[in-house]
């Protein structure tokens, strides 16, 4: 299994990582993220999900399978007795505007149209929306943006994400929600 990013601030991370590591081997999946946070309604646990090494963000991610991983996490964390008081758990595939945590990411995702933010401006721009083609064999991602050919080291950015092209995809001819931005699947396990 392969996280993408965890942020379990006030939890025992290797343990929680430990309980969950099982569970999503089982159904076959990996974390994008997993992250432990209040919102109004208390605490929550949010764990996004996506199969090993697709090209297609939120493929094979079906809100069955969500409710599976949620009551098979729900049920683990419940028995180890790992969480403090009560919580909600929020199960959820990553979705089509991906955040790329990794440099791999960037490779895996190569074809896709990705929104990246660097640390520091390189022409006078920090944000850059464009093509991504992969890594040069020095590890480093390239970027086509604004007829652009970019090489940018993964170290120089501040953040990525996959960006969807709604325009695109309405021109051909994909069905419109009345959203300007898709939520991702998502299934929830009752308090706890």
């Given at each position: 299994m392969q996280l993408g990013y965890a942020s379990l601030k006030g939890l025992d991370?290797?343990?929680?990582?430990?309980?969950?590591?099982?569970?999503?081997?089982?159904h076959s999946v990996?974390?994008?993220?997993?992250?432990?946070?209040?919102?109004?309604?208390?605490?929550?646990?949010?764990?996004t999900v996506e199969r090993p090494g697709t090209t297609d963000p939120g493929a094979g991610i079906t809100l069955?399978?969500?409710?599976?991983?949620?009551?098979?996490?729900?049920?683990?964390?419940?028995?180890a007795d790992v969480m403090p008081g009560r919580?909600?758990?929020?199960?959820?595939?990553?979705?089509?505007?991906?955040?790329?945590?990794?440099?791999?990411?960037y490779g895996r995702?190569?074809?896709?149209?990705a929104k990246i933010k660097l640390k520091e401006a390189r022409d006078g721009?920090?944000?850059f929306r464009g093509k991504l083609?992969?890594?040069?064999a020095e590890g480093r991602i390239l970027l086509e943006a604004d007829g652009r050919k970019l090489e940018l080291s993964f170290e120089a950015i501040e953040s990525?994400?996959?960006?969807?092209?709604?325009?695109?995809?309405?021109?051909?001819?994909?069905?419109?929600?009345?959203?300007?931005?898709?939520?991702?699947r998502r299934a929830a396990a009752r308090d706890r």
């Open positions: 991370r290797s343990r929680v990582i430990s309980l969950v590591e099982p569970v999503l081997q089982a990996d974390v994008v993220e997993l992250i432990w946070r209040s919102d109004a309604s208390g605490w929550v646990l949010y764990l069955d399978l969500c409710a599976d991983i949620s009551r098979d996490v729900s049920a683990t964390l419940d028995v919580y909600h758990l929020e199960v959820g595939s990553a979705g089509i505007e991906r955040t790329l945590y990794s440099a791999p990411d995702f190569a074809g896709r149209i721009q920090r944000v083609e992969g890594l040069d990525g994400r996959l960006s969807f092209d709604w325009q695109t995809a309405r021109a051909k001819g994909a069905p419109s929600s009345g959203r300007e931005r898709p939520h991702p």
